[in-house]
C-alpha cells in the first residue's frame, strides 16, 4: 500500500511560484502513474496533471499547460508540480495521486493512492 504526503504549499501573489511536492512510502511508485489533482472550495475535485512511469508521457489541464510542469524521480519516490505565473483561480487543495496501470487518465475514480491533500491560496 503506497502512502503519499503532499508539501510546499502556501499563501503566494498572484503571478508567484510555488512547487509542490509529494513523497511515497511503503512501497515503490516506478511503475505508477502519477498525478495531482485539486478542489477548490464548492467544486468536484479535477485532474491536473499526470505523468506516465517512465516520464514518456505528460498531460495537463488546459488552463494550466504552459505555466504548470509535473515531474517524478523514481529514485526519490517523489513527484513535484512546479506552479508558475499563479492566478487566483488556482486557489484549491491539491491532491498527490498514483494508480497502477500504462494510461494517464482523468478520472479521480482511476486513481488508487491519494495523499491527503495540501492548500494553495492565490490572492490577488
Known amino acids: 500500500q503506497v502512502q503519499l504526503a503532499e508539501s510546499g504549499g502556501g499563501l503566494v501573489q498572484a503571478g508567484g511560484s510555488l512547487r509542490l511536492s509529494c513523497a511515497a512510502s511503503s512501497g515503490p511508485i516506478g511503475s505508477l502513474v502519477m498525478g495531482w489533482f485539486r478542489q477548490a472550495p464548492g467544486k468536484n475535485r479535477g485532474f491536473v496533471a499526470g505523468?506516465?512511469?517512465?516520464?514518456?508521457?505528460?498531460k495537463y489541464l488546459d488552463s494550466v499547460r504552459g505555466r504548470f510542469t509535473i515531474a517524478r524521480d523514481n529514485a526519490k519516490n517523489t513527484l513535484h508540480l512546479q506552479m508558475d505565473s499563479l492566478k487566483p483561480e488556482d486557489t484549491a487543495t491539491y491532491y498527490c495521486?498514483?494508480?497502477?496501470?500504462?494510461?494517464?487518465?482523468?478520472?479521480?475514480?482511476?486513481?488508487?493512492?491519494w495523499g491527503q491533500g495540501i492548500q494553495v491560496t492565490v490572492s490577488s
Open positions: 505523468i506516465s512511469s517512465s516520464c514518456g508521457s505528460l
Open positions: 495521486a498514483a494508480r497502477a496501470g500504462l494510461s494517464i487518465t482523468f478520472g479521480g475514480l482511476e486513481y488508487h493512492y
